[in-house]
Every structure is written in C-alpha cells, then in structure tokens.
C-alpha cells in the first residue's frame, strides 16, 4: 500500500471517529439565545426585536465596546436580523464578533472580523467575516447600533470570567498537496 493510500484510509478513519463523537458534544444554536447566554443581556425574541426591546432597559449607541451586542437590522436575506457581541475592540472601524448561526448553519464562531463601512463611520453598515470564503462577505449589512451589557460578557459555561485564551496558529493542509499554510 502506498503513502497516498495509507493517508487517505487515516483521514476516512479519524473523520469517521470525530462524526460519531460530535453529535453528543454538538449544540445547534441560534444567534439570539447565544448572544443572550455569552452577553447576559437578558432580552429574548428574534433578533430584529432586540434593539428596540433594549430601549429603558440597557444602554445603547454606535460606538463599539467589549461585551456589547451588536444588533442588525432585518433584511430581505436575513428575516429575523441578527445579533452578535462584541469580543475584541480592534480600532475605531473594526471590532471582532463572537456569534452563531452565520458562516455556518447553527454553528458558533468566536473572534471573527467586522468592518464598519458606514459612510459617517457610525457603525450603520457592516461586512462581516464570512467562513466559507476565509474573508470578509461581499453583502454589507444594515445594523441599528450597540447594546451595552451593564457587566462582563458571560463565557460558553454561562459564568462571568472570561478566559482570552492565546489564538493558535491555523494551518491548512490537503491529502493531494503537501503543502501548509500558516497564518
């Protein structure tokens, strides 16, 4: 049996082995209750309801802050809006998302890249990191602006403490090409 072959019978059997051992770690979540449960903002319903249920009960604005959920608005290709908090404040015009159920169908992504590309720079318009083209989307989001948490955001075990755990490297690999890229 050749290298190739002995290589590929190894990946079938470790992709067989995580599939059977994912579904009972696996949770299918919704944007809404997963910013509600990492955020502690206590507001439940679509997403699309969010900012104005926050009106007389949080703080809201359009200047990003860590812990705050960044509410969009509802749109012909995203119904219900969206809503996702804010984990990393990069600079004035780009802030990193923590959120669910957007590059991949109930799926949780943790630090992703937004851009502010309002035309005022009041955070009205974004383009948001999308996985499955390993950049930002090509759509620009409407959003309605930041709902301010009034204490830490809440880690996956719902506690307060947040762990900022060191970003390891990610590397790419392929069974037809030898070749990794790390970045």
Known sequence: ?????????????????????????????????????????????????WWSQAAGHYARGHAPK????????????????????????VSEREVLLTHANWSRRGGVERDVRAVDVSPNGDWSMVKVWYGPQGDLGTSAYPTK???YSDHAPLNDSGDDTVEQAPRAPMVLASLNDTTTVSF
């Open 1 to 49: 049996m050749n290298f190739k072959a002995l290589t590929a019978r190894f990946a079938l059997v470790v992709a067989c082995a995580l599939t059977m051992a994912t579904p009972a770690m696996a949770q299918f979540w919704q944007c809404a209750p997963y910013a509600r449960q990492i955020s502690g903002i206590e507001i439940r319903g679509n997403a699309n309801t």
């Open 66 to 89: 860590v812990g705050a959920v960044l509410a969009f608005s509802a749109t012909s290709r995203m119904r219900m809006g969206h809503v996702a908090m804010v984990s990393e404040v």
């Open 145 to 147: 602006g930041f709902i």
